[in-house]
């Protein structure tokens, strides 16, 4: 099958033909239809995440069709369609065991320690994987753990968001935020919507953010004006550019969550004004199987979709990923895995 591998830090990825050996213990072989572009991908070709073990095949935003099981697998069946984890836990340790799997110490992620989804057949774990439900698509199940899920985990169990308060989501023409959109909607949030690209505005809208504000206006003072006084929860998934802003819209209060550093560069920390406002900042990694569920849940009700306006071949993903770096995507880049 089509490969592509990351053989070098900071060089392009290669396209090569492979096999993948029979599961043993609880491993599945998944056959995927599509995978999903992570701009983690892109930070991990940078050198960004130095665990990486080269070579490697990219990916984790991984779903398919059972095609082979390990001897040991109790609960999945030949034939059921699933969607893993970005990576696989350990089962064992404090976190696994009381349903904070994503915080597991000893997980190995796939497309770093483990060979990921840019191509069609993928090993992975029982320990990592949930059934989709019926009515999910493709596209939805591949994008469960690493978008969705991982959104509702940051807003909902971490920041808590209830029904009838106010979301900042930076960043929300990307392939993380265009979905949160969506899932702060469905917990019946009003979303005030950042992007630095103001042609993505309509596809944002349309998405189902109640305003639009721009990296180029003052982005706190304009949030307080939109949200009356400010935020009670902000999702920050850039970095940089938009932290300080995003930090400001916030109300006496409220809370951040911070998902996202697609711009890693060091951020000022205004101590003093993050004391006398009563702020919280808290960072979110991942998802957990549950939230998973909860995701596909969504997906299932016709509330999340699938947001892309790019769908690629394997052979064209070093120009994908310039395009995202570009800023030209709107929603998820995905690959079409055909063979």
């Not at 916030?250 to 060091?266: A, E, F, H, Q, Y």
């Not at 406002?277 to 990694?285: A, C, D, F, L, V």
Request: with cysteine.
């Amino acid at each position: 099958m089509k490969t592509a591998y990351l053989d070098e830090l900071r060089h392009p990825l290669r396209i090569a033909e492979s096999e993948i050996d029979d599961p043993v213990g609880d491993e599945i072989i998944l056959k995927q239809s599509v995978t999903g572009v992570c701009f983690r991908d892109i930070l991990t070709m940078d050198g960004f995440f130095p665990r990486v073990k080269l070579p490697i095949v990219p990916g984790h935003e991984i779903a398919g069709e059972i095609v082979k099981i390990g001897p040991d697998v109790k609960k999945f069946r030949i034939g059921e369609r699933v969607a893993s984890l970005i990576y696989i836990p350990c089962g064992k340790c404090e976190f696994c065991l009381t349903g904070r799997e994503n915080l597991c110490p000893n997980k190995k992620t796939f497309g770093e320690l483990l060979d990921g989804s840019y191509r069609k057949f993928v090993k992975v774990s029982e320990r990592s994987v949930v059934h989709v439900p019926e009515g999910v698509g493709d596209h939805e199940a591949a994008i469960s753990a690493c978008v969705t899920g991982m959104i509702y985990h940051a807003i909902k169990v971490e920041a808590g968001i209830k029904e009838g308060e106010t979301i900042l989501i930076t960043g929300s023409g990307g392939g993380v935020g265009i979905h949160a959109i969506q899932i702060a909607k469905a917990l019946g949030a009003t979303v005030i919507a950042e992007t630095s690209s103001k042609w993505k505005a309509e596809q944002i809208i349309s998405a189902g953010a109640d305003h639009v504000v721009y990296s180029g206006d003052d982005l706190g003072r304009k949030t307080k004006e939109l949200s009356g006084g400010g935020v009670d929860v902000v999702l920050e998934s850039v970095g940089k550019p938009t932290f300080d802003g995003a930090l400001r819209s916030l109300k006496t209060g409220g809370r951040m969550v911070v998902i996202g550093n697609v711009i890693p560069d060091p951020v000022n920390l205004p101590l003093g004004l993050i004391i006398l406002k009563g702020n919280r900042i808290m960072g979110s990694i991942s998802s957990t199987r549950d939230d998973m569920k909860k995701a596909l849940d969504l997906s299932a009700s016709g509330k999340v979709k699938a947001v892309s306006n790019m769908e690629i071949q394997l052979e064209a993903i070093n120009t994908a990923y310039e395009d995202i770096r570009n800023r030209k995507n709107v929603g998820r880049v995905m690959i079409k895995l055909d063979g």
